[in-house]
């Protein structure tokens, strides 16, 4: 019995991509890059047709074997363009795997001057979504976020545009509020903490 259970969560544990070439495939095609197979989409294009610049310098055999792993996991779909001619195209599933690629390129951006304004990120995540809620936090911290409770984080500047795409990410977006605070408490010690004198 318990041995079932643990194949049945393998099959369904997301598979973890390392390859930086598989990356920029995903995050090439979130970005509306063409790729054309040859061949119907019944029979899933036999050889690339037209290759990316940005993906020139790999190998062709590579990065058909790319696309028909990509497809076998379903975060692409191949779309007949023509009798010959299929374009392949991300899934659902897929946006969202390419889109934790670029979670990690964010930075926040620090103007020259602060504009005495505080951004507060609170959140009250479900303990079933756990994982989502400690790596909000956790991404929250590393991008220079201070804790003032457990689900209440706060930073000096602008970073609402960043902060809607990660709860994005997460799959948050119901359980997060992003304010801007003109005044809190304790504010010398933040004012401190952050080097804003």
Same mark, same amino acid.
């Not at 369904?12 to 970005?31: A, D, M």
């Not at 304010?179 to 401190?192: M, S």
């Given at each position: #019995?318990?041995?079932? =259970?643990?194949?049945?969560?393998?099959? &369904?544990?997301?598979? =973890?991509? &390392?390859?930086?070439?598989?990356?920029? @495939?995903?995050?090439?095609?979130?970005?509306g890059v063409a790729v054309i197979m040859s061949g119907s989409a019944k029979r899933f294009g036999r050889m690339l047709k037209t290759i990316p610049e940005a993906l020139r310098e790999l190998d062709k055999r590579y990065l058909n074997q790319l696309i028909r792993e990509f497809y076998r996991d379903r975060l692409v779909d191949a779309i007949d363009v023509s009798?010959?001619?299929?374009?392949?195209?991300?899934?659902?599933?897929?946006? @969202?795997?390419? #889109?934790?690629?670029?979670? /990690?390129?964010?930075?926040?951006?620090?103007?020259?001057?602060? /504009?005495?304004?505080?951004?507060?990120?609170?959140? /009250?995540?479900?303990?079933?979504?756990?994982?989502?809620? /400690?790596?909000?936090?956790?991404?929250?911290?590393?991008?220079?976020? &201070?804790?003032?409770?457990?689900?209440?984080?706060?930073?000096?500047?602008?970073?609402?545009?960043?902060?809607?795409?990660?709860?994005?990410?997460?799959?948050?977006?119901?359980?997060?509020?992003?304010?801007?605070?003109?005044?809190?408490?304790?504010?010398?010690?933040?004012?401190?903490?952050?080097?804003? &004198?």
């Open positions: #019995m318990a041995e079932t =259970r643990k194949i049945r969560n393998q099959r &369904y544990k997301v598979k =973890r991509i &390392y390859s930086p070439w598989k990356q920029k @495939l995903l995050l090439l095609l979130l970005g009798d010959e001619e299929t374009k392949i195209v991300l899934t659902e599933k897929g946006k @969202l795997r390419a #889109m934790q690629f670029k979670i /990690d390129d964010i930075q926040l951006k620090i103007p020259n001057r602060w /504009d005495r304004k505080w951004r507060i990120v609170v959140f /009250d995540i479900p303990e079933k979504k756990r994982q989502a809620r /400690d790596a909000l936090r956790s991404k929250l911290q590393q991008l220079g976020f &201070y804790k003032l409770q457990k689900s209440a984080l706060v930073f000096p500047f602008e970073c609402e545009d960043e902060i809607n795409f990660i709860v994005e990410i997460f799959q948050v977006r119901q359980h997060v509020h992003y304010g801007v605070l003109t005044r809190i408490t304790n504010e010398a010690e933040l004012i401190k903490r952050f080097e804003l &004198y």
